[in-house]
């Protein structure tokens, strides 16, 4: 069996941390001038830039009532320069709930997620449960 990539590993620790609220270790492994493009149009989307407002939209999300949790996490592949995580995730707010498959594709570069694109199923669900 081959060793797991080293982005694969760094990946899959950070949604480790996502999981468990441990925000320290998500952040040591998303770059200081990383983006996160959030699909959709709702309230969240949009690109946000830099590693604290990265973290600022978890702490935002919190405070709107908006939660997503890792249901599961299918499988997570990737290489020197990108990783592909495969998950199913429920997404609750003031719109309701939805439970749904997810792709996150990601930039890596010297194991910090650099650029990260997320991608729901039914994204107009999520629309919703996420409101204006």
Do not use: F
């Given at each position: 069996?081959?060793?797991?990539?080293?982005?694969?590993?760094?990946?899959?620790?950070?949604?480790?941390?996502?999981?468990?609220?441990?925000?320290?270790?998500?952040?040591?492994?998303?770059?200081?001038?990383?983006?996160?493009?959030?699909?959709?149009?709702?309230?969240?989307?949009?690109?946000?830039?830099?590693?604290?407002?990265?973290?600022?939209?978890?702490?935002?999300?919190?405070?709107?009532?908006?939660?997503?949790?890792?249901?599961?996490?299918?499988?997570?592949?990737?290489?020197d320069e990108h990783?592909?995580?495969?998950?199913?995730?429920?997404?609750?707010?003031?719109?309701?709930?939805?439970?749904?498959?997810?792709?996150?594709?990601?930039?890596?570069?010297?194991?910090?997620?650099?650029?990260?694109?997320?991608?729901?199923?039914?994204?107009?669900?999520i629309d919703r449960?996420?409101?204006?």
């Open positions: 069996m081959m060793e797991e990539h080293s982005n694969v590993r760094v990946a899959r620790t950070a949604i480790e941390a996502l999981v468990n609220g441990d925000t320290a270790t998500l952040a040591a492994g998303i770059a200081e001038g990383a983006v996160w493009h959030v699909p959709g149009s709702n309230r969240l989307s949009g690109d946000l830039e830099g590693r604290e407002r990265i973290l600022d939209r978890g702490r935002e999300m919190t405070e709107l009532g908006i939660q997503t949790s890792v249901d599961e996490l299918h499988d997570v592949l990737g290489n990783v592909v995580a495969l998950l199913t995730t429920t997404t609750t707010g003031p719109g309701g709930s939805s439970s749904q498959h997810v792709c996150w594709v990601m930039h890596a570069k010297d194991g910090l997620a650099t650029e990260l694109w997320a991608h729901n199923w039914d994204q107009v669900a449960v996420i409101g204006d």
